[in-house]
Each structure stands twice: as structure tokens, then as C-alpha cells.
């Protein structure tokens, strides 16, 4: 695979979702390998707990990732670079991420691997304020939603990567509405109303980062 062409017309530029991006069987690596880390590996915040891979994958670091990270790779999406980053965060059922920005640090392409569950990936206008950081309200306008299916891989680009801010709401289930901007690009098809519980989802977000060694990641999907 050496381009991308599964573009989601139904949202701001610029999506791109491929449904059973891994196979059930590479699902069950990921989270066989994210689960035997060793505990010193996982950091722990208030809603998740993450594990950072950064630099260059080597022996004793992110091997066991350097099949996804070159698949991804293949798809041309960091101009002419390779991603080099992996930050894995695990979200438990009624777990999510509040609305906010990767910023400027990161090469302005981000790429997410879901495994073990579903989720919905919601986007919302920011509101700029006078020194030109994006806050969020709870009145902030809902402009898109993505569908995240287990196994899936969805890119953001341009404003849908610099401009909106993304969330994972803290949920227990997703209830399908039929406007998910992806519903046509899912691997399956859902109906109106139907409901998907959550279970422990485990995200790989790959990136190019410029200055790993000096970058504190923070942020996940």
C-alpha cells in the first residue's frame, strides 16, 4: 500500500478512514504487547493511562511496532518522512479525552489505530481568544463525528488536524445517529439507533515528530 484514496467527503478537510487497516490477528499483538509492558512504561492521567514509544525503533524499544509504523509509512502522509513516534493510550469503558489541539510540534498529520473497541472521534469549533489559544465550551458547535472501529485507521490533515478540536466522550456506549461522517467508509453497515458498547480500547497514534527527545507528549485519540 503506497497511497491513500479512502478521503470522508462528509466532514472539513481532510479525512481519510480505512476500515480493517490490521487484521484480528495484529489486534491481538498490539494488545497482548501494550498489556505485558511493564508497569514502569505506563504513565497515569486522570481519565486514561498512556505509554510513550518515541525515536528511532530499535531492539530493546518499539520493535515489536515498526510493522504498523511502516505500513503507515507507505501511505506517503508525513512529506517524504517516516513516523517515528507512537503514544499508546488505553481507554476504559466510560473514559474519553476533553476537546483540545496537538499543536505545533508535531509534523501536521496525525494517524490512529484502534483496537479492542469502538469509539466516536467528535469535532468542534474553538473559540480564539485575544493571544490566539482555542478553548472549549460546552455550547461549542459539533461540526463532525467519526465512527472508530476496531481495527480501523483514520488520518487528519489540514484544518481537521490545526483548526478543530477532537474528542472522545466519556461514555459507557455510542449510539449510532446516521450522521457519522464516515458511516459509508465503516466496514460493516449500521442502523440508525443502534447501539455499541464500549469495551478497553487501546489506540496507536503514529506520528512524525520532529525533536522526539525534547517533546513531552500529553494528548492521544
Given at each position: 500500500?503506497?497511497?491513500?484514496?479512502?478521503?470522508?467527503?462528509?466532514?472539513?478537510?481532510?479525512?481519510?478512514?480505512?476500515?480493517?487497516?490490521?487484521?484480528?490477528?495484529?489486534?491481538?499483538?498490539?494488545?497482548?504487547?501494550?498489556?505485558?509492558?511493564p508497569?514502569?512504561?505506563?504513565?497515569?492521567?486522570?481519565?486514561?493511562?498512556?505509554?510513550?514509544?518515541?525515536?528511532?525503533?530499535?531492539?530493546?524499544?518499539m520493535?515489536?511496532?515498526?510493522?504498523?509504523?511502516?505500513?503507515?509509512?507507505k501511505?506517503?502522509?508525513?512529506?517524504g518522512?517516516?513516523?517515528?513516534?507512537?503514544?499508546?493510550?488505553?481507554?476504559?469503558?466510560?473514559?474519553?479525552?476533553?476537546?483540545?489541539?496537538?499543536?505545533?510540534?508535531?509534523?501536521?498529520?496525525?494517524?490512529?489505530?484502534?483496537?479492542?473497541?469502538?469509539?466516536?472521534?467528535?469535532?468542534?469549533?474553538?473559540?480564539?481568544?485575544n493571544?490566539?489559544?482555542?478553548?472549549?465550551?460546552?455550547?461549542?458547535?459539533?461540526?463532525?463525528?467519526?465512527l472508530?472501529?476496531?481495527?480501523?485507521?483514520?488520518?487528519?490533515q489540514?484544518?481537521?488536524?490545526?483548526?478543530?478540536?477532537h474528542?472522545?466522550?466519556?461514555?459507557?456506549?455510542?449510539?449510532?445517529?446516521?450522521?457519522?461522517?464516515?458511516?459509508?467508509?465503516?466496514?460493516?453497515?449500521?442502523?440508525?439507533?443502534?447501539?455499541?458498547?464500549?469495551?478497553?480500547?487501546?489506540?496507536?497514534?503514529?506520528?512524525?515528530v520532529?525533536?522526539?527527545?525534547?517533546?513531552?507528549?500529553?494528548?492521544?485519540?
Amino acid at each position: 500500500m503506497d497511497s491513500i484514496n479512502n478521503l470522508i467527503t462528509k466532514a472539513p478537510p481532510t479525512v481519510y478512514y480505512i476500515p480493517n487497516f490490521i487484521t484480528e490477528e495484529e489486534e491481538k499483538r498490539i494488545i497482548d504487547q501494550v498489556n505485558g509492558a511493564p508497569k514502569p512504561k505506563w504513565t497515569q492521567l486522570s481519565h486514561r493511562r498512556l505509554q510513550n514509544w518515541g525515536g528511532i525503533p530499535h531492539p530493546r524499544g518499539m520493535i515489536w511496532l515498526t510493522v504498523f509504523t511502516e505500513r503507515v509509512g507507505k501511505l506517503n502522509l508525513f512529506g517524504g518522512k517516516q513516523p517515528n513516534h507512537v503514544l499508546v493510550n488505553e481507554y476504559l469503558p466510560g473514559q474519553g479525552i476533553m476537546p483540545h489541539l496537538d499543536g505545533p510540534l508535531f509534523y501536521p498529520t496525525v494517524t490512529t489505530i484502534s483496537c479492542g473497541s469502538n469509539a466516536k472521534l467528535e469535532f468542534f469549533e474553538p473559540r480564539a481568544d485575544n493571544d490566539n489559544s482555542s478553548h472549549f465550551e460546552e455550547s461549542a458547535q459539533q461540526i463532525a463525528s467519526l465512527l472508530l472501529e476496531r481495527r480501523s485507521l483514520v488520518v487528519l490533515q489540514d484544518d481537521m488536524y490545526t483548526k478543530y478540536l477532537h474528542s472522545i466522550a466519556e461514555v459507557h456506549s455510542d449510539t449510532i445517529q446516521g450522521t457519522e461522517a464516515n458511516l459509508q467508509q465503516c466496514g460493516i453497515h449500521y442502523e440508525v439507533g443502534t447501539v455499541l458498547q464500549r469495551g478497553t480500547r487501546i489506540s496507536l497514534t503514529i506520528r512524525h515528530v520532529p525533536h522526539t527527545s525534547k517533546l513531552q507528549i500529553r494528548l492521544g485519540r
